[in-house]
């Protein structure tokens, strides 16, 4: 009988900027199990979120996730608008647009990056991050801050972009152009590359539907899906684009799908600001005096996948419920086809291609360790809990 | 081996260095080529990248001789950034049980430095100054890469 060999990746590793355990379980070179432990980064957002008001709920929610710091935001103002029925002004829908391409934009250089990383290829990483950079000098031009814009609020934004600062970001899209056709032909064009990364870590169309997967993942598969087309939101109906779908479900086709859906962010971008030139300077906001009883559901398209938020509403100025739902959820499934099967110096490659990002994932504490029956809530802490939740129930009546 | 390695290895030289420079041993180990050691709490991701983001051209931490490494066996900085929750807690104690003494810890972020906006949360467990001293605060949300240079600098020349 083979031996198993059990390999260990994290909590803290020097590779994964997020803390979150893979155990490998190997026969050989060839990994035949694979289980993941999270609950190093969860923060009880849903719960927080509860006793903040809809206004400073937009600054938590922009903290689930760093790089998806617009998505969370752009799902959670759409749920709420869509309870209390608002209707934002077609400028703010352009600059909810623009900064939800331009993450896009900085999100994918971000990934390419760490791909390049992953397979060793370090000079890849540093190009990708270089120029990730000038995308973060525009964030911090347009909001004030390189991550974590504070762009978002309920009924519209909070910053204008001026029309005389549109002259300012055309030069830096063209930048990134540029250096895109760079990445472009440096990946697909690389031998070394291609045979890193072609028929490696595959998910086919019913692996997809199996594991409802989501985003560029799904679509290197060769599903056609995008919240931006299939459910409207903010400028998307307004601009001419179209979804990038690639056949394969390897490696190389979400890099594939990534990088060609740059030029459509960039595009996007350059439309939008077309369009901003047409609004009028300011009108970036509607006034909204209180949100109703209800509830509504938000989507949107972060760089992973759907965001999705639903919000319950009591008619007071806090959430009664919120729920979250990121696209790394239903994503991460599928390491259990794609890495099965393959040896353990593709593994990583196949994890990291899916993009995950543990910080999104982190809703729900694990109460009891499946194997040993740990408890990693342990009972007391659970029970004060409850408690704790009865007793703010019971104050209400 | 070659000479230099052999003459290190001696510590009656380390220990003669150490005089006619008129330095304590932790100055001397502190002077240079810092190596760093990553811990990412419950954080939002961006402080982590922003710490990357250290590594890459434009910021470029490798020219001080800093290196971010794997095992906190051999770091000489403990980076903590986001906030501490209960799972990261005893990790945390663990890592800085193991790592070798003296180690300099920097507290990244809102969150490292006090909790943040996760301090109201239900899992949280105490800022990272409440279970391990802390040397140095780096605050922002995130704190820009220039930010945590200038902090880890400082820190050299402290
Ligand atoms: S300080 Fe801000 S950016 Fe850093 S981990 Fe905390 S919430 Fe995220």
Known sequence: MVKKTLIPIGPYHPLQEEPELFKLYCEGEIVKDIKWETGYNHRGIEKLSEKKTYDQSFFLVERICGICSTSHPFAFANAIEE??????????????????ELERIHSHLLWVGLAGHFLGYNTVFMWAWKYREPVLDLFEMISGNRNSYAMFKVGGVRRDIENNKISQI???LDLVKKKTDMLVGAVMDDPVLHARTKGVGVLTKQDIIDYAAVGPTARASGIDVDIRRDDPYAAYPLVNWKVITAEKGDVFAKAEVRLLEMYESISIIEQCLEGLKKEKEGDINVKVKDIPAGWGTGRAEAPRGEVFHYVLSDGSNSPARHKIRAPSYTNIATFKKSCIGQTISDATISLAAVDPCYCCTERMAVAYDSKTGDKILNGNELIALSAKKTQNIKNQF | MDEPVSYYRNSAFIFWILKIKNVGFKEFCFKKSLWLFHFGG????NCDIEILDCLTPRYDLERFGMLLIGS???ADVLLVNGSINQRDKSRLLELYEQAPKPIVVVAIGA???????????DTFAGPVDKLIPVDAYIPGCPPKPEAILAGIVKLLNK
């Open chain 1, 83 to 100: 309870i209390g029925n608002i209707e934002i002004t077609n400028r703010a829908k352009y600059i909810r647009s623009i900064i939800g």
């Open chain 2, 111 to 121: 969150c490292g430095c006090t909790g943040g906006i996760f301090a109201e949360g």
């Open chain 2, 72 to 74: 906190i066996r051999h």
């Open chain 2, 42 to 45: 419950a954080s939002c991701n």
């Open chain 1, 170 to 172: 055309t030069p830096v």
